[in-house]
């Protein structure tokens, strides 16, 4: 019996002057209106990502962190890790322990069983008070306009305050949401009242006032980040904290301070540059999966190809014992090892072509020269999967920005009188002591984001990155490669069937067929399969722009979240908006 399969494509939308995409068309169009107006790409990002706070609040917003990626036009690059930190009442032992291990389920998508954590009791690291983090995006954002950018804070947060004071229309993906969400989300006071303001979710269609949430925003417009970590809505935020089981206090809001990189993760494949996150999140690991690969001919292979997939799982399940070993907020964590070619070499030599390898660590040290410490911690493992957003942003200029922010997964906390959901970004620490992402008091737990930029000849090629958990770096990576090694477009790459694995299972896209998972189950892959459907997706949504002479294309996942490109026509008067209404325009 032969049974047919969805074709799922997005639109490349094509202009000369610049772009945004971003996962609502009311905050792709807010940023490309920031460019049409002569900011940069820095400016667009900024004012997006406020907005997409507003637009998509459980996801992302003021109460949650991210990190930002940023190439000049001149070829200098930067980044800004304003991630959720642990706060300084914070500690390895804080949650208390199931005895049994948080395994996957039949059909889980997270799939490292040999990588599972412990439970936690009340999933305390990702319910609640307990498990929300110190938030950074206020900080972060304005560290970015005064780095980078030319317009003030004020004006940047001016389209997000409209929006939340103004409400808009709520497309069907929200109100779903928060249909899934309402067991956790009625469960506080400052939250309820939201989101379920007659007893059930706003309704499709319906108009999403958000009025705490701009005075808040107000706040930050007229103080600085001050109105967000000190002040009235820090001591709101710190006095909920203490009633009720959390552990931020004021002085943890106070010295919050993101990370600033005057150079971005440099590295090479086939001929391309590119440049990923440095820190504690996936942009260490996407570059051993590419560093990887490099050391194998995928070319000629066919695409989809039995063989060329078998390559690509080989070495991310590689990459991915190694991140779960090595890496975490941790003095002794190995990033400058896993990212370098010798140990890629190394890692590459112990893919055998002929059948499925186990998820075993290398030895990072040996490449060093040097024995492994006596007191390094044990592997962490694989954190839950959470709710996140991807910004990308190109200018006329030809400046760049990869943004990706997230709440994680949402703590379901809604503080009373501040209107912005709060994370649950200690669900990223191991719950426990004694591992290289167990907590650490000021720490950021390793994290699943990975904007990267690509470069060809010293010119801009293309930005991408992706929101969906753990499946993000699996997602960036396969699209790099099907662009790079099968030279697809840049969205011909990112819809296009893909896989994702981490130490166990193979997660296989329905879209290859019986015969592709007959065919890596021979080598001996245990393989699930999941067929992405249209509001349904089972892997990763990224977009990217990709840059080809003067035009910019868009590139869109066209799965799940509602993405949207849009751009404004060159000096030369080609290209012109193209954006779909989606019912989800502002109120009038």
């Known amino acids: 019996m032969k049974v047919s399969r969805p074709v799922l494509a997005h639109e490349e939308l094509s202009v000369t002057g610049g772009m945004v995409v971003a996962q609502h068309p009311l905050g792709a169009r807010i940023g490309a209106g920031v460019l049409e107006r002569g900011g940069n790409a820095v400016d667009a990002a900024v004012t997006t990502a406020f907005a997409m706070g507003v637009l998509q609040p459980l996801m992302n917003g003021v109460g949650g962190g991210g990190v930002m990626i940023v190439r000049h036009a001149s070829g200098e690059t930067g980044a800004i890790d304003f991630g959720m930190r642990a706060a300084s009442g914070a500690r390895p032992d804080m949650y208390e322990l199931e005895d049994q291990r948080d395994r996957p389920r039949a059909g889980d998508v997270r799939f490292s069983r040999q990588f599972a954590w412990p439970g936690v009791k009340g999933q305390a690291n990702q319910r609640g008070?307990?498990?929300?983090?110190?938030?950074?995006?206020?900080?972060?954002?304005?560290?970015?306009?005064?780095?980078?950018?030319?317009?003030?804070?004020?004006?940047?947060?001016?389209?997000?305050?409209?929006?939340?004071?103004?409400?808009?229309?709520?497309?069907?993906?929200?109100?779903?949401?928060?249909?899934?969400?309402?067991?956790?989300?009625?469960?506080?006071?400052?939250?309820?009242?939201?989101?379920?303001?007659?007893?059930?979710?706003?309704?499709?269609?319906?108009?999403?006032?958000?009025?705490?949430?701009?005075?808040?925003?107000?706040?930050?417009?007229?103080?600085?980040?001050?109105?967000?970590?000190?002040?009235?809505?820090?001591?709101?935020?710190?006095?909920?904290?203490?009633?009720?089981?959390?552990?931020?206090?004021?002085?943890?809001?106070?010295?919050?301070?993101?990370?600033?990189?005057?150079?971005?993760?440099?590295?090479?494949?086939?001929?391309?540059?590119?440049?990923?996150?440095?820190?504690?999140?996936?942009?260490?690991?996407?570059?051993?999966?590419?560093?990887?690969?490099?050391?194998?001919?995928?070319?000629?292979?066919?695409?989809?190809?039995?063989?060329?997939?078998?390559?690509?799982?080989?070495?991310?399940?590689?990459?991915?014992?190694d991140r779960f070993t090595f890496l975490g907020d941790h003095p002794e964590a190995r990033f400058d090892v896993l990212r370098s070619r010798d140990f890629a070499s190394t890692r590459a030599a112990t893919i055998n072509l002929k059948s499925a390898g186990a998820a075993v660590a290398g030895e990072p040290w040996k490449a060093l020269g040097r024995r492994k410490p006596s007191g390094f911690p044990a592997p962490s493992g694989a954190p839950p999967d959470g709710g996140t957003t991807h910004i990308t942003v190109v200018d006329r200029k030809r400046n760049a920005v990869g943004l990706t922010q997230t709440n994680m997964g949402y703590s379901g906390v809604v503080v009373p009188g501040v209107g912005v959901m709060m994370n649950n970004a200690m669900g990223w620490f191991y719950p426990g002591p004694g591992t290289v992402n167990s907590i650490v008091p000021g720490g950021r737990g390793l994290n699943n984001m990975t904007p990267m930029i690509l470069e060809r000849s010293g010119r801009l090629h293309a930005v991408l990155g992706a929101s969906g958990g753990r499946r993000i770096w699996t997602a960036v990576t396969q699209s790099i490669v099907n662009h790079i090694d099968f030279k697809m477009s840049l969205q011909a790459a990112m819809q296009a069937p893909r896989v994702h694995v981490e130490s166990d299972d193979v997660l296989l896209d329905g879209r290859f067929g019986a015969e592709v998972r007959a065919g890596l189950e021979k080598l001996g892959h245990r393989v699930t399969v999941a067929t992405p459907y249209y509001d349904r997706s089972p892997f990763s949504e990224p977009n990217g722009i990709a840059v080809r002479g003067r035009t910019l294309r868009s590139a869109i996942y066209p799965v799940a979240k509602p993405t949207f490109a849009a751009g404004y026509p060159g000096d030369d008067g080609s290209g012109a908006e193209t954006m779909l209404d989606a019912g989800l325009e502002l109120h009038p």
């Not at 004020?154 to 939340?164: G, K, T």
């Not at 002040?231 to 301070?257: C, F, H, K, P, T």
């Not at 190809?305 to 390559?311: K, R």
Request: without cysteine.
């Open 129 to 321: 008070h307990s498990s929300v983090a110190v938030p950074g995006t206020a900080a972060g954002m304005a560290a970015a306009l005064e780095r980078w950018g030319t317009m003030s804070l004020d004006q940047a947060l001016a389209p997000a305050i409209r929006l939340a004071r103004e409400g808009f229309k709520v497309g069907h993906h929200f109100t779903l949401a928060l249909v899934a969400g309402r067991a956790l989300l009625t469960q506080y006071p400052g939250t309820a009242p939201i989101f379920y303001p007659n007893g059930g979710p706003v309704p499709v269609g319906g108009v999403f006032v958000q009025a705490d949430h701009a005075r808040t925003l107000e706040l930050i417009a007229q103080q600085g980040p001050d109105g967000f970590y000190r002040g009235e809505v820090a001591q709101r935020i710190a006095r909920d904290m203490a009633s009720n089981g959390g552990v931020i206090r004021e002085a943890d809001l106070a010295a919050y301070a993101p990370t600033r990189y005057e150079q971005a993760i440099p590295g090479t494949y086939r001929g391309f540059n590119f440049f990923a996150m440095p820190g504690p999140n996936a942009g260490t690991t996407a570059t051993e999966i590419l560093n990887i690969l490099d050391h194998h001919e995928l070319s000629g292979h066919a695409w989809g190809s039995v063989q060329a997939l078998h390559l690509v799982i080989e070495a991310i399940r590689r990459a991915a014992a």
